[in-house]
């Protein structure tokens, strides 16, 4: 399923639910992404340094769940969500086009990556590690959202 909100919408995120039906499989899928991240090991800090360190104890284990997001999505992509011209929701699906690699790009993915391998925590994880109580990775929330504020601001200029 793909899910795709009103990009102008004056909401979180740009989603706006409409109704008990959406809002289910908004959380439905929320749950399995965030059962995957912890079941996987992609919400244990320790668990990405050690895949992230290719040239120390390298622990290639993440690779399968990589390549199992992949095996999935993948065929759900081609089968469910290319031929279609409209979410589940009914909202325009609307695909980025633009193959720029600018400044802005290679410099995000850099303070992104800098950051990742720093810590061993990236958002998708980080947030469905909110309810273990790991310290760290609440002041991590807490800095990314400080850091994805600034950065808006930032631009704004």
């Given at each position: 399923m793909?899910?795709?909100?009103d990009?102008?919408?004056n909401?979180f995120?740009?989603v706006v639910?409409k109704?008990a039906?959406q809002?289910?499989?908004?959380m439905?899928?929320g749950?399995?992404?965030?059962?995957?991240m912890?079941?996987?090991?992609?919400?244990?800090?320790?668990k990405?340094i050690g895949f992230?360190?290719i040239?120390?104890?390298w622990d290639?284990?993440l690779a399968f769940v990589m390549?199992?997001a992949?095996?999935?999505?993948?065929?759900?992509y081609?089968l469910?969500i290319k031929?279609?011209s409209?979410s589940?929701?009914?909202d325009?699906?609307?695909c980025?086009?633009?193959?720029?690699?600018d400044?802005?790009?290679v410099?995000?993915a850099?303070?992104?990556?800098?950051g990742?391998?720093?810590?061993?925590?990236?958002p998708?994880?980080?947030?469905?590690?909110?309810?273990?109580?790991?310290?760290q990775?609440?002041?991590?929330i807490?800095?990314?959202?400080?850091?994805?504020?600034?950065?808006k601001?930032?631009?704004?200029?």
């Amino acid at each position: 399923m793909y899910f795709y909100g009103d990009s102008h919408a004056n909401s979180f995120g740009g989603v706006v639910m409409k109704n008990a039906k959406q809002i289910a499989i908004v959380m439905f899928s929320g749950v399995l992404f965030g059962m995957g991240m912890v079941i996987s090991g992609m919400a244990d800090p320790e668990k990405v340094i050690g895949f992230l360190d290719i040239t120390g104890a390298w622990d290639p284990s993440l690779a399968f769940v990589m390549g199992g997001a992949l095996a999935v999505f993948i065929p759900a992509y081609l089968l469910l969500i290319k031929p279609r011209s409209k979410s589940v929701f009914g909202d325009e699906i609307i695909c980025p086009t633009s193959k720029v690699i600018d400044k802005r790009l290679v410099g995000g993915a850099a303070l992104f990556g800098i950051g990742w391998g720093l810590l061993g925590v990236c958002p998708g994880p980080a947030v469905a590690s909110i309810l273990t109580g790991n310290v760290q990775v609440l002041i991590f929330i807490a800095a990314m959202l400080v850091g994805s504020f600034t950065a808006k601001k930032v631009l704004q200029r």
